[in-house]
């Protein structure tokens, strides 16, 4: 019996929740293959399958107060299909295993399920299995099968690189800040938290233009730049002022007397992809990303040599923070 050789773990940015996934992989040893990337990816003819697994819970990632639950549904598949964007995968289906409460009526199962399945059908992932479960909240895991031709990792960024960023940030945190001051969001904001489009197609296209590094930024800017940076072996160097900003995101920081960029930044949960591309990747490459893609593509740093994260704004260093699931809740 022949079985795929095992692969080194990936080496993550700093975090709480970072930390425990090295633990893990030192404690599961050889037991484990090449924990830490976006998906697991194993040979398969001649290209490579792509698998990841996400799960949402409710008042960690979600509350019922702000979205229905076929919202919850929707962004639960969305961001499970946001790490197959950020390898360069064509999703080929879901599963989901979907955790209700007991008072959970069968049109709520249905909700749920109806959200989910409207993600992936979006990006021709149909639901192809699942579980059914309960406890004392809402939880929904979902897990996406696809294939990509070349996969993209978050290894590959290489000095002398420029640092691409799809669509604009902030969106997301703008509709949270809102909700948490006790007012309804505005309507495109409310939407990027609870409608997220994973960026399927920008994915792919940046992989065939030379994409070398990818991740999708769920956990802020900062953060998930950080993970290119220890996975290839490099320094990221970030320009927040040439950060796109969501329109929405700008009132809510200048309420908090935040630095517009900044604030985007640190945001998260925005699935927009963050990408390596070659020196020669210039701005009419961008243009034609857009054309073809729908969406912007802005050169937000470069690639240098060292390691970790390094922002300025206005001229000035900054420390970008992000997300930690084991002591932030929404």
């Known amino acids: 019996m022949s079985t795929s050789p095992v692969r080194p773990a990936v080496q993550l940015g700093s975090g709480r929740e970072f930390d425990r996934i090295r633990a893990i992989a030192r404690a599961l040893g050889a037991r484990a293959s090449g924990l830490g990337d976006d998906c697991a990816l194993l040979p398969a003819g001649s290209g490579t399958l792509a698998l990841s697994t996400d799960v949402s819970v409710e008042n960690v990632h979600f509350r019922l107060d702000w979205l229905d639950l076929e919202e ?39 909700a749920v399920m109806s959200g989910a399945a409207s993600a992936g059908a979006a990006v021709g992932a149909p639901v192809i299995g699942g579980d059914l479960s309960t406890g004392p909240v809402w939880s929904i895991m979902v897990t996406v ?8 990792t978050r290894a590959g960024a290489r000095v002398g690189d420029g640092l691409w960023l799809t669509g604009a940030l902030g969106g997301a945190r703008a509709a949270l800040e809102a909700w948490r001051r006790g007012v309804t969001p505005a309507v495109s904001a409310r939407a990027a938290f609870a409608h997220p489009e994973p960026r399927i197609a920008a994915g792919q296209w940046l992989a065939v233009h030379g994409a070398r590094a990818m991740i999708d930024v769920s956990d802020g ?35 908090l007397d935040l630095p517009v960029q900044h604030f985007a930044a640190e945001g998260g949960e925005d699935y927009e992809l963050l990408a390596s591309l070659p020196e020669e990747f210039a701005s009419s490459d961008a243009m034609e990303f857009q054309r073809d893609c729908g969406i ?17 704004l206005g001229g000035h260093a ?13």
């Open 221 to 255: 800017l900062g953060g998930d730049a950080g993970h290119i940076a220890a996975a290839s072996g490099v320094a990221l160097r970030l320009a927040l002022d040439r950060v796109p900003v969501a329109s929405d995101a700008v009132a809510e920081a200048r309420r």
């Open 145 to 152: 099968v696809g294939r990509a031709v070349t996969p993209v």
């Open 318 to 330: 900054v420390v970008l923070a992000g997300f930690n699931h084991f002591a932030q809740s929404h």
């Open 296 to 312: 912007a593509l802005t050169r937000v740093g470069e690639v240098e040599q060292g390691s970790g994260v390094h922002a300025t």
């Open 72 to 110: 919850v549904g929707w962004r639960a598949g969305a961001a499970a299909l946001s790490d197959l964007a950020a390898e360069a995968a064509r999703p080929e289906g879901m599963l989901v295993a979907l955790v209700a409460p007991p008072a959970a009526s069968e049109a709520d199962l249905t």
